[in-house]
C-alpha cells in the first residue's frame, strides 16, 4: 500500500495529507442547521452534519491530495451513527481516488490487536462471508504493548495490500514526558524507531515498507535523527499549521530521493474559512477556502524543499 | 465512580470483573445459527449473535459479580452494527447494576482525548442537546502520548463521575519491549506509575482515586511492588486464568485494607463451556458454565487472599 500511496504522492506532486478532523465548531453553521432539521439535534444530526461538511471538503480538493486522514475521535464522539460518518467518509474518499490513513491509533495484546487489524484493515468473517467494516488503507497504531500487539497488523498489512503509521514521536507538547526518557543514553522514541525498522522488514512494498511511523513537525531535530534511524519508513508528520510546525523545519523528514514524508494539516486545511487569510471565502464558501489552503501547503511545502 | 465500584465489589464480595470479549468462536453455533436466519451472514448478524451471546452471560451472572469489562476491538471487528453491539451490551450491563469498563485503550493528543472522553465517558453537545454516546464507567487509556493526552479523561471523569484505568505494565508476553526498559535505573513501567499517582491525585473518590491502572496478573513480582508505588490506585488486572496467571500471584495486587484490585477474566468465563471441567453444560448451558466459572473464580481468588 505504501506504493500506492507514493503513486498519490507522485502524480499530485503533493507530499501532502488533509485531516478530516471534523470538530462541530469547523461546521457551518448553514450545515449544521440543514442536517438539525432533517435529523433533529441528534447524534444522527451530527453525524449528517460533520459528513456533508467532509464530502464538500473532499469534493474541492480530490485532485489536488493524494490522502485524507480522518481522525476516528472526532466521529467516535458522537456514538454509533458518528463511526458510520466515519466509514462512509473513508469509502467516498476511496472512491474518489484517495489513500485513506484512518487516525485510530489503536493496539493491544495479540488476540484483540488481530481484531483491530481485521476491522479497520482486513477482512472480517461472519459464516460464510466476508466484509471489510472500515476498509482503510493505512492506520496509525500505539506501540506501547510492543511486537505482539503490533505483528497481527504487520500480516493484515501482508494479506490485504495494507498500510500501518506507528507512532514514534508525537506532535503534543507533552509527548516528551515518556517518549523522550533516556535508555542506555538513546531516548524511547529512538528505541521505538529501531523497532519500527525491524518489523517495516517483514512487509516491504518496493523501497519502502508498509510500515511507517509518526514523527511529530513540532520536533524537527528529533524528525532529522529519525529520518536517518529509519531509512525505509515512511514519516507520516502531524503538527504542521496550527499545532506549530513549518515547512522548512520539515525539509529533513525527506530522504534524498525526494520520497519518505507526507504532511497531514487538519484545522489548517478543513477549517481555513475561519482564518483572516480566508475569510473572503466566507462560511458558504469552506470548500473553496480549503482548496486554496491545500494550494498554499503545496506550494510552503514544495517550496522549502527546493530552497533546501 | 471508583466508590461505586468498591460498594459493588464490597456488596458480592468478588473481586473480579467478566471480561465480554465475544471472538465469534465462542459464540455456540445456536446462536449465531438464530442470529444469521434473522439477519442473514452479515455484520448485522453477527452483531445480533455477539449481543444475544452477551446478554445470556450477563442474565447468568450479574448477581454474582461487580463489573463487566467489554473489549471493544471484539466489537469493532464487526465494523458499525458491532459497535452498536457494544453500546447495546454496556447500556444492559448498567441497567443490570453492573460497572462497565470499556477496555477500549484510546489515547491521543489533548484535543483528541477530549473527544474519545466525551464519546466514552462524557456528554457530546449536539445543537442545544447533550448525549452520553458509549456511557461507560470507566474507560482503558494508552499513556504514550503523556499527560496532555490524559488530563481530558480526567477533567471527565470529575465532570461526570467516572474514571479510567491507565496501562500501566500490561499481560502480554512483548509487554517489557518497551515498558521494562531501565531509566535511570527504573524501568519505564514504574516511571509511568508515578505519573499514574500525580493523574490520580487530580480526581480522588474517597479513599482510592478515579484514575486506576492496568498491571498484568502474569508479573506477579512487578505486581508487588507496583501496589506499594501507587497505594490510592486501583489496579485492573488482566491476565488471569487462559493467560496463565494464578490467584496466588494476585494476593499481593491488593493493600492491606482488602480492596486495592479487580481481576479481570475473559475467556475462562464466557467461554468456560468448551473447557473440559465444565463440559457437562454443553453448548446450551454456555450461560450456566459461565455463571459457574465465575463461582470457582471467585473461590479461587478469595480462597488465596485468605491464606495470604
Same mark, same amino acid.
Given at each position: 500500500?505504501?506504493?500506492?500511496?507514493?503513486?498519490?504522492?507522485?502524480?499530485?506532486?503533493?507530499?501532502?495529507?488533509?485531516?478530516?478532523?471534523?470538530?462541530?465548531?469547523?461546521?457551518?453553521?448553514?450545515?449544521?442547521?440543514?442536517?438539525?432539521?432533517?435529523?433533529?439535534?441528534?447524534? =444522527?444530526?451530527?453525524?449528517?452534519?460533520?459528513?456533508?461538511?467532509?464530502?464538500?471538503?473532499?469534493?474541492?480538493?480530490?485532485?489536488?491530495?493524494?490522502?485524507?486522514?480522518?481522525?476516528?475521535?472526532?466521529? =467516535?464522539?458522537?456514538?454509533?451513527?458518528?463511526?458510520?460518518?466515519?466509514?462512509?467518509?473513508?469509502?467516498?474518499?476511496?472512491?474518489?481516488?484517495?489513500?485513506?490513513?484512518?487516525?485510530?491509533?489503536?493496539?493491544?495484546?495479540?488476540?484483540?490487536?488481530?481484531?483491530?487489524?481485521?476491522?479497520?484493515?482486513?477482512?472480517?468473517?461472519?459464516?460464510?462471508?466476508?466484509?471489510?467494516?472500515?476498509? =482503510?488503507?493505512?492506520?496509525?497504531?500505539?506501540?506501547?504493548?510492543?511486537?505482539?500487539?503490533?505483528?497481527?497488523?504487520?500480516?493484515?498489512?501482508?494479506?490485504?495490500?495494507?498500510?500501518?503509521?506507528?507512532?514514534?514521536?508525537?506532535?503534543?507538547?507533552?509527548?516528551?514526558?515518556?517518549?523522550?526518557?533516556?535508555?542506555?543514553?538513546?531516548?524511547?522514541?529512538?528505541?521505538?524507531?529501531?523497532?519500527?525498522?525491524?518489523?517495516?522488514?517483514?512487509?516491504?512494498?518496493?523501497?519502502?515498507?508498509?510500515?511507517?511511523?509518526?514523527?511529530?513537525?513540532?520536533?524537527?531535530?528529533?524528525?532529522?535523527?529519525?529520518?536517518?534511524?529509519?531509512?525505509?519508513?515512511?514519516?507520516?508528520?502531524?503538527?504542521?499549521?496550527?499545532?506549530?510546525?513549518?515547512?522548512?523545519?520539515?525539509?529533513?523528514?525527506?530522504?534524498?530521493?525526494?520520497?519518505?514524508?507526507?504532511?497531514?494539516?487538519?484545522?489548517?486545511?478543513?477549517?481555513?474559512?475561519?482564518?483572516?487569510?480566508?475569510?473572503?471565502?466566507?462560511?458558504?464558501?469552506?470548500?473553496?477556502?480549503?482548496?486554496?489552503?491545500?494550494?498554499?501547503?503545496?506550494?510552503?511545502?514544495?517550496?522549502?524543499?527546493?530552497?533546501?
Amino acid at each position: 500500500m505504501i506504493k500506492q500511496l507514493i503513486q498519490n504522492i507522485e502524480k499530485k506532486d503533493a507530499p501532502i495529507v488533509v485531516g478530516l478532523d471534523p470538530m462541530m465548531n469547523y461546521v457551518p453553521a448553514f450545515i449544521q442547521k440543514q442536517a438539525y432539521e432533517q435529523y433533529g439535534e441528534t447524534l =444522527e444530526g451530527a453525524a449528517e452534519a460533520i459528513w456533508v461538511y467532509n464530502k464538500g471538503i473532499i469534493d474541492a480538493t480530490y485532485d489536488l491530495i493524494p490522502a485524507v486522514k480522518p481522525q476516528i475521535a472526532m466521529y =467516535e464522539q458522537f456514538g454509533v451513527p458518528g463511526l458510520a460518518a466515519y466509514q462512509k467518509t473513508c469509502a467516498y474518499a476511496k472512491q474518489k481516488g484517495l489513500v485513506v490513513i484512518g487516525d485510530v491509533k489503536r493496539g493491544d495484546i495479540g488476540s484483540t490487536s488481530a481484531a483491530y487489524a481485521v476491522g479497520h484493515l482486513g477482512m472480517v468473517t461472519v459464516g460464510s462471508k466476508q466484509y471489510a467494516p472500515f476498509d =482503510e488503507d493505512f492506520a496509525t497504531v500505539n506501540p506501547y504493548l510492543g511486537t505482539d500487539g503490533i505483528k497481527p497488523f504487520i500480516d493484515v498489512c501482508n494479506e490485504c495490500n495494507k498500510g500501518i503509521f506507528v507512532l514514534v514521536k508525537t506532535s503534543n507538547p507533552s509527548s516528551g514526558e515518556f517518549q523522550d526518557q533516556l535508555i542506555d543514553g538513546k531516548p524511547l522514541y529512538e528505541y521505538v524507531a529501531k523497532k519500527v525498522v525491524e518489523w517495516g522488514e517483514m512487509t516491504m512494498d518496493g523501497d519502502y515498507s508498509n510500515v511507517g511511523c509518526v514523527v511529530g513537525a513540532t520536533y524537527p531535530e528529533m524528525g532529522k535523527v529519525l529520518r536517518k534511524l529509519m531509512p525505509k519508513t515512511y514519516i507520516l508528520v502531524p503538527g504542521y499549521g496550527a499545532q506549530g510546525g513549518k515547512a522548512e523545519d520539515l525539509v529533513h523528514y525527506f530522504n534524498a530521493d525526494g520520497l519518505g514524508a507526507i504532511v497531514n494539516s487538519s484545522r489548517g486545511i478543513i477549517a481555513a474559512y475561519k482564518q483572516d487569510k480566508y475569510a473572503r471565502f466566507g462560511e458558504n464558501g469552506y470548500a473553496d477556502a480549503s482548496r486554496q489552503a491545500v494550494v498554499d501547503m503545496i506550494a510552503d511545502i514544495n517550496g522549502a524543499r527546493a530552497k533546501a
